[in-house]
């Protein structure tokens, strides 16, 4: 049964008349001046079971996402417990939430889908109404009796919408009341934001002039807010106004924002910045676009720090230049011209070791024309000509022993070859050829030892010579093989000792690692 929404308040006797105003009148005082949902229902249930006579009631939110009312006063006098949510149509609350109308059950215990614990609590009769504002259900008030004798009427139903129409108005105006004070929160930690960022924040209306200059904008591009407020903006250069223009414009008109790029604006001290901008749509309360907000990231550091980057890139590839250049080049220009001092001390010397000595310089000086042609061209070495690490230090050994017929010993376990790679290989030959060269140069050995063996895990590669030694605490002046071959075995991973004793000779050990 539903109330008839034909009953009119003259009907009612003067005294219930007079409750019922009382009534409202007091409801409206006690949630005049509350801030919380859950005591402006309170005050509505303890209302409406004085003004209906009901043993206990019980308030519910409706939930719209999951379709249910959720509980959130119980005031149930009785040990039942109520269901935390009921369904639409489930009892006197849902069906009053399902018709949007309020509902009396008098015969409650010869319902049909009712909550099984108020039927065990004894309750004869229930009346529920919906909280309506506007059409926009917000929940629903109960009130139940477990007197046989009490039967809710038309009037009590009429009653209970009134009530529930006051709290309704009051939570709907809590609701606004909160929203205000959440935007209000959310604007001013935005203005905090805006203010405190290091971007450039720029606000323009629909005619491109600005509304918004930041403390960001005024420390990039050096105007006051006070300068530049009601004009367009002063930072465009001129040979970018168009382009600006058609972005702007195209933001205003589509409502599409345009993000992360690059973009040049001037400053008021006559320069120019690099930014990395974006410009998004501003929006009044209907979504229709009333302006333009962009903002700006000042990228000069970064381009400065991009322009060290390049500038210690070109300089360390100058140095591995440099530091081949020495290793291979200029080493092998230095076998040369060892051998031709060799020839010239042979005073005696036949044909054939003319000609095999021309043969020796006129090859390496065609590996130095070709390694020179291969480092300006840019030239990386394919895979057939690829450096092989024994035949590479067998060569090397090769070549001292005709430069200047020292006595040159050897001790090669050939099996490493396949556990080293490419880089490391080049790595170990450019050390070797350093150490046995540095060795002809300024030992002036008669027996040269080169070994390339495995211990503890390591790749050991070692030039020891039986020369007049130096001191190693002292640097040569102008020369760069040790700190090359520093270099290198940083690059490798690599442990490098040098151990020399005047007068005791010299030994360079390098230490790869390797499984």
């Known amino acids: ?110 319902q049909e889908n009712v909550p099984a614990d108020l039927l065990t609590a004894g309750i004869h009769a229930a009346l529920a109404a919906p909280l309506l504002h506007d059409g926009r259900l917000l929940g629903v008030v109960v009130c139940v009796t477990d007197d046989p004798a009490k039967h809710f009427t038309d009037a009590d139903a009429e009653t209970l919408v009134m009530l529930g129409s006051v709290a309704a108005s009051t939570l709907v105006e809590l609701e606004r009341r909160q929203a205000a004070q959440h935007l209000r929160l959310l604007t001013d930690r935005l203005d905090q934001f805006i203010e405190t960022t290091s971007d450039a924040i720029i606000l323009t209306d629909s005619q491109m002039r600005l509304i918004g200059w930041n403390r960001g904008a005024q420390e990039l591009y050096g105007w006051r807010r006070d300068e530049v407020l009601g004009q367009p903006p002063p930072n465009i250069p001129a040979d970018r106004l168009e382009e600006t223009h058609e972005l702007w414009r195209g933001v205003l008109e589509h409502g599409q924002s345009i993000a992360n790029y690059e973009e040049e604006r001037l400053t008021r001290a006559g320069g120019r910045v690099t930014t990395l901008s974006s410009m998004s749509p501003l929006r009044d309360e209907d979504g229709g676009v009333i302006g333009v907000m962009g903002i700006a990231k000042d990228l000069s550091a970064l381009k400065a720090v991009e322009a060290r980057d390049r500038m210690l890139s070109r300089l360390a590839e100058r140095e591995a230049l440099a530091m081949d250049l020495h290793d291979n080049t200029i080493q092998a220009l230095h076998g040369a011209v060892m051998l031709l001092l060799a020839v010239e001390r042979q005073t005696d010397a036949d044909l054939d070791f003319m000609r095999t000595a021309a043969r020796q310089v006129r090859e390496q000086l065609s590996d130095a024309i070709q390694e020179l042609r291969n480092r300006v061209l840019g030239l990386n070495s394919s895979p057939e000509t690829q450096l092989q690490l024994v035949g590479g230090l067998e060569r090397l050994a090769e070549q001292v022993r005709s430069n200047v ?4 010993d050897v001790d090669i376990d ?27 140069r300024h030992a002036s050995a008669s027996t040269l030892n080169l070994r390339l063996i495995r211990q503890n895990r390591r790749v050991v590669l070692s030039v020891a010579d039986d020369g007049v030694g130096f001191d190693t605490s002292r640097r040569r002046a102008g020369g760069h093989g040790l700190a090359n071959m520093s270099e290198r075995a940083r690059q490798l991973g690599a442990r490098l000792t040098v151990v020399s004793t005047p007068g005791a000779g010299t030994e360079v050990r390098v230490e790869v690692p390797c499984e």
């Open 414 to 440: 050939t099996s490493l070859e396949s556990r080293l790679s490419p880089p490391q290989v080049e790595h170990l030959l450019a050390l070797g050829s350093e150490a046995l060269f540095n060795a002809l």
């Open 1 to 110: 049964m539903t109330v008839d929404d034909r009953v009119a308040i003259g009907q009612l006797s003067p005294g219930t008349q007079h409750r019922r105003r009382d009534a409202l009148l007091r409801l409206a005082r006690r949630v005049g001046s509350e801030s919380d949902p859950k005591a402006v229902m309170g005050a509505l249930l303890a209302e409406a079971r004085r003004l209906n006579g009901a043993t206990a009631g019980f308030v519910g939110r409706w939930d719209a996402e999951h379709q249910v009312i959720a509980e959130l006063v119980d005031s149930l006098a009785s040990d039942a417990h109520l269901p935390r949510t009921m369904a639409p149509g489930e009892g006197a609350a849902g069906r009053a939430a399902l018709q949007r109308a309020p509902i009396i059950l008098n015969d409650y215990q010869r």
């Open 405 to 408: 017929r020292v006595r040159v």
